[in-house]
């Protein structure tokens, strides 16, 4: 569920880097570099990249709409698109029969059949119905701070390098650890953090 | 360190301190006075999953159910289990949450926040912008509650006090449940 949800999961992220030049404006490139597009992707990702929040079909953002006073307003759309294997063999069968009458060729090499199958998975993904996920992504550019409403490790992964490849930051999450030598002050109490180790609480 | 040695090495922080946060909330009644913050009314609602963190194959016990069934929580804690995720509630004077804490990324599975008055209640020229930065000023109202829970814990945690008192108290309060 996304954040304009009653409830949503999150992860909670730090940013480390730092925009170079003109922040809004390297944004606004970042948002557009990584707008929503069809993508050829090994796997069954056939799309990916940046929408609007509110419309997932929206990936021109008019007026610059995913700025929110402080806030980045995003989504992260990805679609994917499985071939069944059945699916798959009956093309590869009737284009193997095809090729081979063109060409008078007995059979086709491994590799060549390899290359055969590649382009016929490609062009059979884009045939099938996608299937179509949004992940909501709030960016706090005052605090540094980035969520994002998924929990799943795919999709967090695929979050986390888009990110990466847009804004060229790179996106730490936010583990107990972390948060703790944020929230400590002082050299010594660091210290102390560092050599914690787990106690038992059983008596 | 890196990442991966803290995510492996470190857990036990996230959850030692869902562990105490249950313990503190059952000891004072579930209103806990957090220093420097504000009294916040933590609750440990019905689902918890408790797991033995420092052994290759680690074991884990998930409780659904009723207040009192969380008892059986206890029992895993005598076992040496610490909790690795729960559900709780979190009331300050203004607003009141439910999260499933999740220790191990210290991530928020089903982060509920109070409703966003319906649009025609905001300015009309508002629009989506105007629920967004509700929520938004929710969400960082949520994480600010958590991470002063946390603060608190910690910096107990570091100081001699951890070992003098509150691991003691802690140690007597799961041996004594039943």
Known sequence: MGFMS????????????????????????????GAFRATIAPGDEVGLGWTSM????????????YVRTRYVALSLRIDTARVPPRILEMHL????????EETGKQRLSSG??????????????????PSIQV?????????????????????????????KKSFGLTLVPLLAYMRAEELLDGHSDKQILEKLKSTSLVP | MDFLDILREKAF???????????????????IDVPGYTVVEV????????????????QTVSIKGEQSELREGMAALKEGKKIEEARISLKTTDNDFTVTLKATWFSFGSFRTP????????????????????????????????????????????????????????????????
Do not use: C
């Not at chain 2, 996230?14 to 000891?27: M, N």
């Not at chain 2, 609750?43 to 680690?58: H, I, K």
């Not at chain 2, 912008?129 to 600010?144: P, R, Y």
């Open chain 2, 13 to 31: 922080l996230g959850r030692e301190f869902l562990t105490w946060l249950w313990f503190k909330s059952d000891q004072t009644g579930g209103r």
């Open chain 1, 112 to 129: 060549q059949r390899r290359e055969l199958k590649e382009q016929l998975k490609e062009s059979l993904k884009r045939q099938a119905f």
């Open chain 1, 135 to 163: 992940h909501d992504v709030i960016w706090d550019t005052a605090n540094g701070v980035v969520y994002f409403a998924s929990l799943g490790a795919k999709a967090r992964e695929r979050f986390e390098d888009h990110f």
């Open chain 1, 54 to 65: 509110e419309d997932f079909t929206d990936s021109e953002f008019p007026g610059a709409s």
């Open chain 1, 93 to 100: 069968k009737t284009e193997t029969r095809r090729l081979m």
């Open chain 2, 43 to 58: 609750l440990f609602l019905d689902r918890m999953t408790l797991d033995l963190s420092d052994v290759e194959t680690p």
């Open chain 2, 115 to 178: 409703a966003i008055l319906p649009s025609s209640e905001t300015e009309a020229d508002e629009g989506p912008e105007g629920a967004f930065l509700e929520k938004a000023a929710l969400i960082e109202e949520g994480m600010e509650i958590m991470d002063s829970l946390f603060a608190y814990f910690l910096k107990l945690r570091i100081s001699d006090a951890w070992e003098a008192e509150e691991l003691p108290a802690i140690r007597r309060w799961v041996a004594a449940s039943e």
């Open chain 1, 6 to 33: 009653r409830s949503a999961s999150m992860m909670r992220y730090r940013i480390k880097g730092e925009i170079e030049g003109p922040f809004w404006d390297t944004v606004d490139e970042g948002v557009r570099k």
